[in-house]
Every structure is written in C-alpha cells, then in structure tokens.
C-alpha cells in the first residue's frame, strides 16, 4: 500500500511538471519533517478498505520544533525526505477540492493552540478532523487504548466546538441598513447574526460609525455616497499558512493567517439647503447707491443655536452649505448692506 501511494504521488507531481500548470510557486524546504513527541492518553484507529492503522497521539514537526499536520492519514513520515514548500496553490499542489482546504486551513487555525486549546489533546483532535476532511471515505475514530475499543464518546464536546468554529468562521454580521439617509441622521442598525463585536470599523467615508454591543450607529455628515465596512481579520499566528510536499513522504502543513472577512456598506445621502434673495421691498433693484450685497444672514436651528452665516452676494443672493440635519431652522439678518436698515424678522 505504501508504495503504490507512494508512486501515486510521484505520479502526481510528475503530472504538474508535464502538463505545466500554472501559479504554482514552491521552493525547497531546508529543514527536515519529524515525527516528534508521544501525547499521552489519546488513541486513534484508521480504517481505509483492507487498510488498518492504529496509533498513540504524537506530534509531527519541522525540524526547528514548530509543530505541522499531516494530510495523508495512511502515509507515514520518511526521514531524511526532500521537501518543497509552498504558502499558495494550496489544494491544487495537495490533491484536494477548494471545499476541502479551506476546511483544513481553518481547522488547523482553530485547532492546537489556539485560545482554550493549549491542552496537547487538542492537537491529536485537529489531527483526526483534519483527515476525516482530506479521506471522508476512511472511518477515522479515538480509542480508549492503544489498538483499543473504540470510543465516539471521547472529546466530543471538543469535535463540537471546533466543528462550530470553523462552520462559523466566515459568519458577518447581518445589519438592515437603509441604501440612503438624510445629512445629520443616525441609523441604528442592529445585527441578527449577533457577531458585531467581532469585526473592526474601517475606511470610514462622509460620515461617523460607532458601535456599541449588537448596534451599529451610522451618522452621515456630509452630502455624497457614505462608505464604510466592517472586517475581522484573522491574523493571530504572524505568519502565513505553509504546505510541505514530497514525491516520497506525507505532505503536512503548518497553521497560519487566513484571510481576512469584509463586508462594505453604501448608503446615498441626501440633504438640504437655504438660498435667502435679498430684494428691495419696492424695486426689487437695488436703489441709488444701496446695494444688495454684503447682507449677512445666521441660519439657526430650533434651540436658536447659529448653524452658519452667509453673505449675499452683487445679486442679493446666496446658497448656504447644505445643512448638518434634518430639522426646523430659521433665517435671521445679522448685517444689513449698505443702504439699507437691518431686518430683524425670522424667516
């Protein structure tokens, strides 16, 4: 069995070099895969056809002592291998379905040493998800001894909750936000996934965004198409994801970053403005050496609070900002223009 995997992979990576396939970039690994420490406790059976396995949680490492995974549950580790390492073409150069890598990266994120997974069970747990992945045909299952009667009842609150994490990490936040708002209004969206917490506010535009538990706040200030999204990065370990492969021994792979989850937000805003016209009340024009321009009017809001002044211009007329919010506002003169008697009525 061995050797006819063994020329199975020979064959494969012959295939790759013949057919030349593309985006593929690898380089040589300089160090060595080892199989390292015996974990204690934890036992596994491997069934595949006429195949049987079985064996004691252990680990298997680089030869700097980091630790990696093997994706090959019937294929054991042959020292002294020559090994090629890659950090892209994942499934392509590992034989697998895009559904099935990103499973495994994900488990391996999850997995040994994540927060809460420091107990060393934990990697021989990763370990037997990660195969059932890569093998779904193979009956894969812990132990209560070596080559021992078989157990499903062991770790399963550990399976669950990995499971829940990976079949959960790519949940967004599910927010209703409305596609277009007024200047000056906060929209409270609230997310139904119950996951906000979990993502970081960026490249904020035309406005201010908060949040504050399950709510999210949006309030535009200016009049354009606001912008904004929410992201969860997944950058924990410092280092990118690496898969290790060679014609000769099983390929593994080393946890890493993942990439990071982003959802934008558009929303159009609108908003409104004033335009005072300042006529002269019996000839429209202004008279003799009066003028109509220079009239310095505030724009106030309900609570008499100045919002902006504007001056009128060689017409008598002038165009305000658009305005902070929405709301009831007044128009008052505070400068009259030369020829003429300051107008104290609100508008």
Known sequence: MKKIIKMLLFAFVAFISI???SNVYAEQYNGEI???EWIPNVYVRKDYGSTHKYQQGRFIKRSDGA?????????GIISGSNYEVTSSDFAQIAGMSQDQWTRVSRLAYYGYGYPGHEDTKWYTITQVLIWRTVVPDADIYFTNTLNGTRNDSLYVSEINELNNMVNNHGKAPSINLPSETVIGNTVIGT????VLEEYDIRNVSGGIVTKNGNNLYVTPNTVTQMTFKLTKDFNR???PTYLYFATDSQNVMRRGNLDPVSINYSIKVYGGTVTP???DSETIEAQGEA???GAVYGIYDETGTLIEKVTTGHDGKVKSNY???LGNFYLQEIEAPKGYKLNTTKY
């Not at 630790?67 to 090959?72: E, G, H, N, P, T």
């Open 19 to 21: 057919t030349g396939v």
């Open 34 to 36: 080892v199989e390292g």
């Open 67 to 75: 630790y990696v995974y093997c994706l090959q549950p019937f294929v």
């Open 191 to 194: 997310d139904s996934n119950g």
């Open 237 to 239: 370990y410092g280092e």
């Open 277 to 279: 016209d300042k006529d």
């Open 291 to 293: 003028t109509l321009e």
């Open 323 to 325: 305005l902070p919010k």
